[in-house]
């Protein structure tokens, strides 16, 4: 059960993490290059804590955890991947929708790591 709480804490810090990079974006549209400045590094922050969560979640599954949580996070590191790539291009069109699914995604997937976790074991329908 400690491991599911390391995972959660992760899931936390990314959660948080990619929830500020719109702020930033925001700032930055409104006249503050600092704010730019931030975004950069703090989006390649963003997928080195989903890599962490990544392996905590491919940790936790292998030993009862839900498959769901490996799934799911190997799906948003794939998104952010293609994001980083679309905001070094500067592909705005794809970037900014691409964002706001990143973010819904992964606030879905904290809060769902802090609901009822039944082993892998189980049957869900």
Known sequence: MKLLGVLR???VTH???VGLQPVLAGVYLNGSSTAN?????LGNT??????TQLLVATIW???GGRLTAVLATAGIL??????IGMGYSRQLALHV????????ATVALTLWMFGRT????EVVA
Do not use: D
């Open 9 to 11: 804490l992760v899931a």
């Open 15 to 17: 959660a948080i993490a």
């Open 37 to 41: 400045r931030i975004h950069e590094p």
């Open 46 to 51: 963003i997928a080195l804590l989903c890599i």
């Open 61 to 63: 599954w292998r030993t």
């Open 78 to 83: 794939a998104a952010e991947s293609v994001q």
């Open 97 to 104: 929708p691409l964002g706001i699914a990143i973010v819904a």
């Open 118 to 121: 039944p082993r892998s074991t």
